[in-house]
Every structure is written in C-alpha cells, then in structure tokens.
C-alpha cells in the first residue's frame, strides 16, 4: 500500500489543484449565465435585460473590495484628467460589467438584429474602402471594448467581413466556455470563407496568403506581448503581430471600434484613417513605430467610451511587464 503523501507534496498539490479547480467552477457560473440570459432573452426587454447586467458588474465592483481599489486606481493612473471620484467609480462598475457584457450583445443581436442595423450610425466607411482599394489586403484592428463580439456580424451585413485571429481555446483558463461563444457566434454572421484563425504553428502563413488575396483579417491591439511601447503614459509590453504582418505583406492597417449609445439597441461603428507606415530597412524600429501607432489608436478608441472597455484588469499587467 502507498505511503500517505508527506504533508509538504500534499500543500504543493492542494496549491495546483486550487486554480484548475477555481477556473471549473468560472466556466460553470458563465455558462449558466449564458444560457439564462437566452432563457431570459425571450421574456424580457433589452431594458431590462441591460439592467440585471449592469446589476451583476455592480455586483462584482462592490463585492471585492480590494480589486474595487485596485481598477480605481489603474483608471485614474491611465486617465489622470478624470479628477471626480464619482466617475472614476462609475468606469470601474461598468468595466466590471464589460466582463460579462458580451453573452447579452451577442444575444440581443441574435433577437434584433434588424433593429440594431436600422439603428447603426457609421463613419469613416471611406476609410475601409480606400485601404481596400489598394488591393494589399487589410489588416482590421481594435480593443476589447463596446459590444466586440457583434463587430463581425455587423461588418458581415454591411458587406464588410473578415476573418478574425484568436487564440486557441486550448489556451484559454476556460475552454469549454470560449468554444460555446465562438461556435454561437459564427451563427450570428462570420466570413464563410474562413470563420476564424486559430493561433498555431501554420497560422502566419495562412494569414499572409489571405492578405495576398486582397482579403481582410482582424487582430486586436490590446494583447500582451514583448514590444515596448507607450500605452496610457507609461511604457506597456504588447504583441507586435499586426506589424509583423503589415511589413511582410504591405498590407493596410485599419483601426475601428462600435460602441454602446442611446439606447440599448442603438450603436456607433466608427473606422478610422488608416495607419500609415513606410519600411525603413531597420526591421525593429520599424515594428516598435507600427506598434506605438497602434497603442494610440487603441487609447483614442477607449477613452472614446472608457467604462466599455474590458481590459483595464490587465493594464497593470502590461505595465509591469515592460519593467
């Protein structure tokens, strides 16, 4: 019979197992969430539906002190002009519901989506139809921010699609949940030449080619990596992969961002001037400018809309990172 485990492997095991076991039970609780608000969706209005999200992000704000500090101070560090507690509170309640947010954007699409369009406001479309017009491909970028996930369908239906770049749900703290968001979303409109690119070993290739076909692909500015450069004042490490990709292929770089208005049916599309960049010979100054270029295309598209923005739970992260 096997010895008792001494009491040292036991804590080293309890330690492992705690986080794997904690992520279970945050795949679990968005699941549920998810499919009670498709319950949901069918009875209540997209008031009231709005309402019991902005609860649940309250509900998070106030419940974890500590991180309530935390997000407060991260705002006010990134956005030194917003001076009124009040406001820097309000930022960090709706932020905590942007985590959340993005079941009922894409579920309120799925009910209203004829609504939603109807009430589109678009500007800069010129944008997109000039970077097109080069014919290099274009490379779509934005934030996790606004109601990101119905980006794609409405692109889809103004005739306007792309294949977004993601990270393999293998990779993720919570797989099961991010497959049962990507496979539902591709029912709501997604490019049916390729859906989406997973990130792995044959994914630059197949992007390079895609972009070789004048065809458009998405990638989204605010994700860690190793290139320094400023973000919010201070130095932040990001992924250089749209740059890499731009330099390689020539082609055009297009930031855009849709965010929450008026009323809870009511969206602004906005696509911006292309960024502009010309290869120097010097390979990594060249992706360290088209990489700051992006980071403040990324502030203008946040501070546009700050409380809709997901990731300031990681812009400490990104910071510190850059030492």
């Known amino acids: 019979m096997r010895q008792a485990d001494n009491p040292q492997e036991k804590n080293e095991a309890e330690i492992n197992e705690r986080p794997a076991f904690l992520f279970l039970v945050l795949e679990l609780i968005l699941h549920t969430i998810f499919y009670l608000t498709k319950l949901l969706s069918r009875v209540l209005s997209p008031r009231a539906l709005n309402l019991i999200f902005a609860a649940i992000g309250s509900l998070f704000f106030y419940a974890r002190p500590g991180m309530r500090r935390r997000l407060e101070a991260k705002i006010s560090d990134a956005l030194p002009e917003i001076t009124d507690g009040s406001e820097v509170a309000r930022i960090g309640r709706s932020a905590c519901g942007a985590l959340f947010r993005p079941m009922l954007d894409g579920l309120l699409f799925s009910k209203y989506a004829d609504r939603i369009m109807s009430n589109l406001r678009v500007e800069g479309m010129q944008n997109l139809d000039m970077a097109d ?191």
């Not at 949940?177 to 490019?191: K, N, R």
């Not at 960049?277 to 502030?299: F, H, M, R, V």
Request: glycine share 10%; charged share 25%.
């Open 133 to 323: 017009a080069a014919g290099k491909g274009v490379i779509l970028t934005g934030c996790h921010h606004g109601p990101y996930p119905i980006r794609l369908p409405i692109m889809v239906r103004l005739g306007k699609s792309y294949t977004p770049i993601a990270y393999h749900p293998s990779t993720s703290k919570v797989p099961r949940y991010v497959i049962t968001m990507f496979s539902w979303g591709q029912t709501l409109g997604c490019d049916p030449d390729i859906p989406v690119f997973w990130t792995g070993k044959d994914t630059a290739q197949r992007v390079r080619e895609r972009l070789a076909r004048g065809k458009r692909t998405y990638i989204a500015i605010d994700v860690p990596g190793d290139r320094i450069v400023e973000l919010f004042g201070r130095p932040a490490a990001l992924a250089d992969g749209t740059a890499r990709f731009a330099l390689s292929t020539g082609a055009a770089i297009v930031p855009f961002s849709i965010i929450r208005e008026g009323d809870v049916l009511e969206h602004k599309l906005t696509i911006f001037e292309p960024i502009s960049y010309e290869p120097s010979g010097d390979k990594e100054n060249d992706l360290t400018d088209i990489t700051q270029q992006l980071a403040w295309a990324g502030e203008r598209i946040i501070k546009e809309a700050p409380e809709q923005w997901m990731s300031w739970f990681g812009l400490w992260q990104w910071w510190e990172e850059a030492g």
